[in-house]
């Protein structure tokens, strides 16, 4: 009997992270680490996780979980961006009154809460009116030369486009980003170490690519696509030169647009064949622009997030 030739599977882990400042915050299934490299060496902030889809089995349906998990996250990454900074203090002089008083009111917990939640809406709020409205606004104010609603979504979503590369950009020319984005490469060389099942050390993760297809970046790209395709189909059936009907459709439907992305990439991220190679291309590429070469001490730390999040059981954290 002819022997088969058989192909283990690539390993595919659901553990990601997420660049601070002068750290990194990784995530597991049943954990989340943040290991940042101040002034006296690295500092390590270990939690368990908790779910609100576990406590309410509903928000983890396919497409719901999506919004419910994008939230989730944006709330966890801004704790942590805000601890990391907490160890680079800026040269300030005395607090406002206005801060004095917030902190006597509230306390420094509460007021710590509030702080994150306003991040969260101005952050949310800023992609939406950046991303969504401003295209539309733009778009807009060409409506009375455009001829019919094809044309005037295909304007739409080239200016929809031409800002979120713009913005990419813009962000990569950053001087103090760009040390960011060395730790965002530093995060996708250990991700890729550990699913190689090579030990992980500084020399194994540096030759690893920096561009990984279940990355933030990829995300956010597909949001711009499904919201490109999803609203030119329904933008079909509507007064499609109301600015402010287009506005209105484009928040009702981030929740399924954000909720279709996040399927969509879980089903990529889990595949590998022709197929979804190709559909993960454009965000690979675009990681061009928010990810840079990590120096030895910068995989050091995404070294150590990653041994705090991997679960004692096997496998446990598979795609």
Not at 41 to 54: F, P, Y
Not at 88 to 114: H, I, T
Not at 148 to 163: A, P, T
Not at 297 to 309: F, P
């Amino acid at each position: 009997m002819a022997e088969q030739n058989q192909t283990k599977p690539k390993f595919r882990t659901s553990i990601g992270g997420q660049a601070l400042i002068e750290g990194i915050l990784m995530r597991g299934p049943e954990k989340q680490a943040i290991v940042v490299r101040s002034k006296e060496g690295l500092v390590e902030k270990v939690e368990e996780l908790k779910l609100i889809r576990d406590r309410y089995p509903i928000l983890g349906l396919p497409v719901l979980r999506g919004a419910v998990t994008f939230v989730d996250s944006m709330v966890r990454g801004v704790k942590a961006l805000m601890y990391s900074a907490d160890f680079f203090p800026e040269e300030e002089g005395e607090p406002s009154k206005l801060d004095l008083w917030l902190e006597k009111k509230l306390g420094s917990e509460k007021l710590q809460k509030l702080v994150v939640a306003l991040a969260v809406v101005l952050s949310l709020g800023l992609t939406i009116g950046l991303f969504m409205i401003l295209p539309t606004f733009l778009a807009g104010l060409l409506g009375r030369f455009i001829p019919n609603v094809v044309v005037h979504n295909l304007v739409e979503s080239v200016i929809k486009l031409l800002i979120f590369f713009g913005y990419l950009l813009l962000c990569s020319k950053q001087k103090d980003i760009q040390r960011v984005f060395q730790y965002h490469g530093a995060e996708h060389k250990t991700i890729f170490c550990y699913e190689a099942g090579l030990p992980l050390t500084v020399e194994n993760c540096r030759i690893q690519p920096r561009h990984h297809p279940r990355c933030g970046t990829s995300f956010l790209f597909v949001v711009v696509v499904v919201s490109i395709l999803v609203s030119s189909v329904v933008f079909s059936f509507v007064d499609w030169r109301n600015v402010w009907v287009r506005i209105g459709l484009h928040l009702l439907l981030l929740v399924p647009v954000v909720g279709v992305t996040y399927e969509f990439n879980r089903y990529v991220g889990g595949h590998d064949n022709p197929v979804t190679n190709a559909l993960a291309k454009p965000g690979l590429w675009l990681q061009n622009f928010t990810t840079n070469e990590p120096d030895d001490s910068m995989l050091e730390v995404a070294i150590r997030a990653m041994e705090l999040v991997i679960p004692e059981q096997k496998g446990k954290d598979e795609w």
